[in-house]
């Protein structure tokens, strides 16, 4: 009788140690199909925040169905704007989706996808505020008009970059004159309260024009700079970026492109 219950005890053993093997596979393989994308939900229409608190925009949904398409379930993660490439570096998150600029700087970094948006860098100020802006095309003639503003910029963006490169490393402004924000609505609302805060924000021109459908804000000048926005992930992980941009060309030019362009920039 006794032999029979140890019998018992171990088949019983047995069986719980096979299912926690089955059930780690699953989780294993559940963990496995995960995708983790980072974004900064303050770069309208690209990314951002609806009424309820859920992060949507063009990049979202564009590497939500990509990743889809590619049986990854997907799961998205707000993180400001700088530290996007050190948690893409330290994995803890797998892609990166944030109207990110491809540049050489960033290559060093991370990987990037095929580009999928082009964009330009604009200027945007308070309507009424009395801040003159020469809107020629000679950009000598305009850097000179921007250079004793008080400019709001992201860090990390490559709006603070064009505005370190041509107008502080030019000595045509004085670096204190370029204020860093964390996030594009902080810099908004200080656009908002006046010239004592802040005169004008150099930021990407979609996004611009976002702020821009309030009226009390418009966009005073487009920059042509002719950036690439690309997904990021990790340096390396060439199996993710083929796949992705395998998907991205199938996707881009099709009735789902075309419909997806339309929601967010028509």
């Not at 018992?8 to 559940?30: D, F, R, T």
């Not at 979202?60 to 993180?79: A, R, S, W």
């Not at 390396?236 to 996707?251: P, Y």
């Given at each position: 009788m006794i032999k029979e219950k140890k019998i018992?005890?171990?088949?019983?053993?047995?069986?719980?140690?096979?299912?926690?093997?089955?059930?780690?596979?699953?989780?294993?393989?559940?963990k496995e199909n995960k995708i983790?994308?980072?974004?900064?939900?303050?770069?309208?229409?690209?990314?951002?925040?609806?009424?309820?608190?859920?992060?949507?925009?063009?990049?979202?949904?564009?590497?939500?169905?990509?990743?889809?398409?590619?049986?990854?379930?997907?799961?998205?993660?707000?993180?400001?704007?700088?530290?996007l490439i050190p948690s893409l570096q330290a994995d803890k998150i797998d892609v990166i989706a944030a109207g990110m600029t491809i540049n050489e700087t960033?290559?060093?970094?991370?990987?990037?996808?095929?580009?999928?948006?082009?964009a330009d860098q604009s200027v945007l100020i308070k309507k009424g505020s009395g801040v003159e802006i020469n809107a020629s095309h000679d950009l000598e003639n305009f850097t000179a008009s921007i250079a004793n503003l008080t400019i709001g910029a992201q860090t990390g963006t490559t709006g603070a970059d064009w505005v370190q490169e041509h107008l502080i490393n030019t000595n045509m402004m004085d670096e204190e004159n370029l204020k860093l924000y964390e996030i594009y609505i902080d810099a908004v609302a200080d656009l908002d309260i006046g010239t004592e805060r802040l005169d004008a924000i150099v930021l990407d021109l979609d996004v611009a024009q976002a702020f821009a459908e309030n009226e009390n804000r418009e966009v005073a000048y487009t920059i042509i700079t002719g950036e690439n926005y690309g997904f990021g992930v990790k340096e390396?992980?060439?199996?993710?970026?083929?796949?992705?941009?395998?998907?991205?060309?199938?996707?881009i030019g099709s009735d789902d492109w075309t419909a997806l362009i339309n929601k967010y920039f028509e």
């Open positions: 018992l005890v171990m088949l019983v053993a047995i069986a719980m140690l096979g299912s926690a093997i089955l059930l780690s596979g699953c989780v294993e393989e559940k983790i994308v980072g974004t900064s939900a303050d770069f309208p229409p690209f990314e951002y925040t609806d009424a309820s608190g859920n992060i949507i925009g063009f990049d979202i949904e564009l590497i939500t169905t990509i990743l889809e398409n590619l049986n990854y379930t997907v799961e998205v993660k707000d993180i400001s704007f700088i530290s960033r290559e060093e970094e991370i990987d990037f996808s095929d580009p999928y948006y082009q390396g992980n060439t199996a993710l970026v083929e796949k992705i941009n395998a998907e991205l060309e199938k996707f």
